[in-house]
T-cell receptor
Framework: RKEVEQDPGPFNVPEGATVAFNCTYSNSASQSFFWYRQDCRKEPKLLMSVYSSGNEDGRFTAQLNRASQYISLLIRDSKLSDSATYLCVVIRGFKTIFGAGTRLFVKA | GAVVSQHPSWVICKSGTSVKIECRSLDFQATTMFWYRQFPKQSLMLMATSNEGSKATYEQGVEKDKFLINHASLTLSTLTVTSAHPEDSSFYIC????????????FGSGTQLSVL
């Protein structure tokens, strides 16, 4: 079992839709959590940090549930430019562990 | 924001040759640099962690004699793929941090290696 697991998708949604991604992690010692966005053959870029209290940035909302070891990302009012792979990232000690990513395609 | 420059961005080489990839931190001192490999439709896989002035720490299954990492200064780390073979074809990305904690990773733009 991988330490960080994500539904690989792909998620195919129309513009304006709301889409939610889930991520689970297996090691309870994990201390920091992030969502990154990666476009094809590009480097990952930090989208947002994830906190237990929830974190909202415009159309994006991230949530952490430590008890369930579960992280979520909600995208509202999807845009064509949101099409990308979304990576769940967990930090444990000095290790950064990437999920395999969830692919999103937003269509007109 | 912090910038990490990686080059080349794209390289094609013949089987058996060696390829060097450079990763530079442009406006900060990178005490730690990380090298990743990513195959199509798969996640980033950490290959090794390098600290300036010391030997790199390789992840399990990564051949240290195959993937030579040098972190000779606080702004430069290099990855050399020795005697490259077609199965080494992949997307290689470096990242750097200035504080030892991987809270904020600054990524290079990646190198697509194709071995013929």
């Amino acid at each position: 079992r991988k330490e960080v697991e994500q539904d690989p998708g792909p998620f195919n949604v129309p513009e304006g839709a709301t889409v939610a991604f889930n991520c689970t992690y297996s090691n309870s010692a994990s201390q920091s959590f992030f969502w990154y966005r990666q476009d094809c053959r590009k480097e990952p870029k930090l989208l947002m940090s994830v906190y237990s209290s929830g974190n909202e940035d415009g159309r994006f909302t991230a949530q952490l549930n430590r008890a369930s070891q579960y992280i979520s990302l909600l995208i509202r009012d999807s845009k064509l430019s949101d099409s990308a792979t979304y990576l769940c990232v967990v930090i444990r000690g000095f290790k950064t562990i990437f999920g395999a990513g969830t692919r999103l395609f937003v269509k007109a | 924001g912090a910038v990490v420059s990686q080059h080349p961005s794209w390289v094609i080489c013949k089987s058996g040759t060696s390829v060097k990839i450079e990763c530079r931190s442009l406006d900060f001192q990178a005490t730690t640099m990380f090298w990743y490999r990513q195959f199509p439709k798969q996640s980033l896989m950490l290959m090794a962690t390098s600290n300036e002035g010391s030997k790199a720490t390789y992840e399990q299954g990564v051949e240290k004699d195959k993937f030579l990492i040098n972190h000779a200064s606080l702004t430069l780390s290099t990855l050399t793929v020795t005697s490259a073979h077609p199965e080494d074809s992949s997307f290689y990305i470096c990242s750097a941090t200035d504080g030892g904690q991987a809270e904020k990773l600054f990524f290079g733009s990646g190198t697509q290696l194709s071995v013929l």
